[in-house]
């Protein structure tokens, strides 16, 4: 089965810090994505990688950077986290296309900003 | 740059009744189409894809979706609702011209009438 880990299930960071949520995913998958999930609001896409070091910019990028040094590896980052970036986390892998392009999401990190 | 619409934030029906979710997108190459479902505290599933084979896509728990090119949709239906069907819904799409970038719909929540 495909594994998308995320490396913590909740968080809980004050106002400024600099906020490191991790994700790793296990089927060799070009793809990577990070999303925030806000109630009425749906999955918005913050940012995606679709190889090594590459990153594109989302619907929702601003706060936010990324890094993809390994394929299997892509970290979301907070620069100064604030109260508005309170949200649940997901993220998710794909392929690129093919017969199986669809992404499978881990479980989520819900970070609260205080 | 593609889009998803999803029409009604919340959809009610009793027990037994036919299940309509639907889903209008917005691409101007052919896409890849998905229903994902997620229960209460759970993460994403898929329920089923619609990759250019047969337009009529079945998935699991007796869920389906048509692709309509002509009116730009992709609603996902149900014969006859169980009270293990609530849950929320989500419709996305992906593009090969964007690099596989997968956006979302704003969700819709499905709650069933005992």
């Known amino acids: 089965d495909v594994k998308v880990t995320q490396s913590s299930r909740y968080l809980v960071k004050r106002t400024g810090e600099k906020v490191f949520l991790e994700c790793v995913q296990d089927?060799?998958?070009?793809?990577m994505f990070w999303y925030r999930q806000d109630p009425g609001l749906g999955l918005r896409l913050i940012y995606f990688?679709?190889?090594?070091?590459?990153?594109e910019k989302g619907d929702i990028p601003e706060g936010y950077s990324v890094s993809r040094e390994k394929k299997e590896r892509f970290s979301l980052i907070l620069e100064s986290a604030s109260t508005n970036q309170t949200s649940m986390y997901l993220c998710?892998?794909?392929?690129?296309?093919?017969?199986?392009?669809?992404?499978?999401f881990g479980q989520g990190t819900r970070l609260t900003v205080v | 740059a593609q889009s998803v619409t999803q029409l009604g934030s919340h959809v009610s029906v009793s027990e037994g009744a036919l299940v309509l979710l639907r889903c209008n997108y917005s691409?101007?190459?052919?896409?890849?189409l998905f229903w994902y479902v997620q229960y209460p505290n759970q993460g994403l599933q898929l329920l089923l894809k619609?990759?250019?084979?047969?337009?009529l896509v079945k998935g699991i728990n007796g869920f389906e979706a048509e692709f309509k090119k002509s009116e730009t949709s992709f609603h996902l239906t149900k014969p006859s609702a169980h009270m293990s069907d609530a849950a929320e819904y989500f419709c996305?799409?992906?593009?090969?011209?964007?690099?596989?970038?997968?956006?979302f719909g704003s969700g819709t929540r499905l709650l069933v009438r005992p």
């Open positions: 990688s679709y190889d090594v070091k590459m990153k």
């Open positions: 998710a892998s794909s392929l690129l296309g093919g017969a199986n392009p669809e992404a499978f």
């Open positions: 996305a799409v992906s593009v090969m011209d964007s690099s596989y970038k997968l956006i």
């Open positions: 691409s101007s190459v052919p896409p890849y």
């Open positions: 619609y990759t250019s084979a047969a337009t």
């Open positions: 089927m060799d998958h070009e793809n």
